[in-house]
C-alpha cells in the first residue's frame, strides 16, 4: 500500500510553509526599509553634491582605471610572492619552535626573538627600516628596489604571523598521534613529517587564508616606500586632476581582490566545522 | 595447543614510578613465544604504564626489558628500532585521520622497514582481504565503524610481521557486537601464532583465549595462572573483590 501522509503531517508542513513565507516578507520589508533611511541620509547630507563629484566622479573614475589596475598587477604579484616565502618562513619557525632537538636550541632561540620583534613591530615601521635601512647601508651587492625590500619586509612581518599560527596547529593536534607515530617505529622526524605536520595544516588552513587576505591588502604599504602600485597609481593620478576618484577605484579593486578569498576561507571553514559536527568532536 | 618455544619477551624487576607514586612495583613477567597472556586489574593498577614501558613510551626507573633474548632497556639503543619490532595497539583508536585505511596501514613498512609502496600495498589488501576490510581500502578512518577502525588499528600493528603484539583495552570504547568483531580478530590472530600481551576487561575472552592470566593490584602481581585458576579461584581478597566487581556490573 502507498504511504498516505497523517493529516498531523500536512497541518505540520502548511504551518511550517506560513512561517516560511513570513521570514522572507520580513526579510524583504526590512531590506527595503533600512536602504531607503541610509540613501535619504546619504543623499541629504549637506554636502553631498561635493563629495559625490570628488569622490565619485565617473570621468575620473575611467581615466585613472588602466593606471590602477597596472599598478595593481605589481600589488598582485608582490602579494604572490610575499605569500609563498612567508609561508615556507614561517613553517621553519614553527619547525625549530616546536622541536626539542638540543642542536636546534640555538635556531629555536632565534625563531622565537625573530616572531617577537616582527610581531610586535607595526608594518609601517617595519617598511621603512627596511625600505630606507638597507640602501643606507650601501652595499654595492645589495638592491635598492622599492619593490625587493618592500616585499621583504612583508614577508618579515608576515611569516612571523603564519610561523604563530602553524605552531598552535602542531600543538593542537592530540598527543595521542604523535605517540601512535612513534609507536610504529617512526622516528621523531618522521613523526612530525607524516602524522602531525599535515594534520596541524589542515587545521590551521582558514587562519593562514586570512593571513593571506591581510597580506593582499598590506601590499599597499609598499606604496609609502614609492613603488608603483594602485594607490601610488591612484595618488599619482589624484595630485593631476584634483579628483579623489582614483582612490576610490584603487579601493574597489583591493575589495574585488579579496572576496573570492574571503568566500573561500568561509566556505572551508563551515565545512570543517560541519565534519566537526558530523564527528562529535565538540 | 601451540607448544611454548623461546621466551620471547622478558621483563625483569621493573620498576617505574611517577612522582612519588610507584605504578610498576619490581614486576617479573615472561611471554613465551606464542603466548597469549592477559593483563588484568582495577582501573590505575598499572596496566597501560606496563604495556608502554614494552614498547619505550615509558622509560622504566629500574630492571630490565628483554625482546628475543636482547635487553632493550640498554644504554644506547635505539628505541625506534625496538618498536619497528613490537605492534602496538591502544585503546582510543589512534588512526591517522588524515590518511585513508591503506595509508594508514603502509606508512610503517614504507617509512620504517623500506619496503616500496606497491609491496606495502599488495601485502596490506592481502590483510584487509583476509579479514573482510578489504572494501574500506580507501576509506577514512572517520567513515569507519569503531569496530573497524580498531581492528584497521590491529592490521596496522601487524603489518610489520612484529614480534609481540601489545593491546590495551582495544575494546573499551565499543558496543558489544563490535567488541565481538574485535576479539574475534584476536582470538584468529593467537590461532596463527601471534605472541600478544593484552590488557583487558573482558573475561569471557580472557577465559577462551588466554593462556596465562596476570592479575595487576597497585602496580604490583599479586596473582598469576591459567585462566581458570584466577578466575575461578581467586586466593587474594583483592582479585576476589575485583571479580565480585565485575561479576556485579555483569561483565563476568
Ligand atoms: N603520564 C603519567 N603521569 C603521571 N601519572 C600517571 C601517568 N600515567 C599513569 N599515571 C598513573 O599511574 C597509575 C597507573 O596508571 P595506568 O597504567 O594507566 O593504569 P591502568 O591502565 O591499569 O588503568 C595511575 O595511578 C595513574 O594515575
Ligand atoms: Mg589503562
Redesign the pocket.
Known sequence: MSYQPSPLRLQREAARRRASRRSTLIAILSTVVIATVLTIAVTGAPGFKAVKESFFNWHYAKSAFPHVLSGLWLNLKVMLIASFFSFILGLLIALARTSHSPLLYPVRILATVFTDIFRGLPLLLVLFLVGFGIPGLQFTWLTNSVVVLGTVSLILTYSAYMGEVIRAGIEAVNPAQRMAGRALGLSPTQTQRYVVLPQALRKVTPALLNDLISLQKDSGLISTLGAIDAIRAAQIDASLSFNFTPYVVAGALFVSLTIPLTRFTDWLTFRQDRSRVQQGQW | MVTMAESMLDIINVRKS??D?L?LHDISVSLAEHEVKVLI?A????????LRTLNLLEAIDDGQILLAGTDITAVGVNPDKVRAQIGSVFQSFNLFPHLNVLQNITLAPRKVHGVSKEAAEANAMELLQRFGLADKAKQYPDLLSGGQQQRVAILRALITKPKVLLLDEVTSALDPILIAEVLSLIAELKAEGMTIMI?THEMGFAKRVADHVLF?HHGKILEAGTPADILENPRTTELSDFLGALRDAGRL
Not at chain 2, 582501573?43 to 606496563?50: A, F, I
Open positions: 611517577y612522582g607514586e605504578v586489574g582501573s590505575g593498577s598499572g596496566k597501560s604504564t606496563l590488557a595487576l
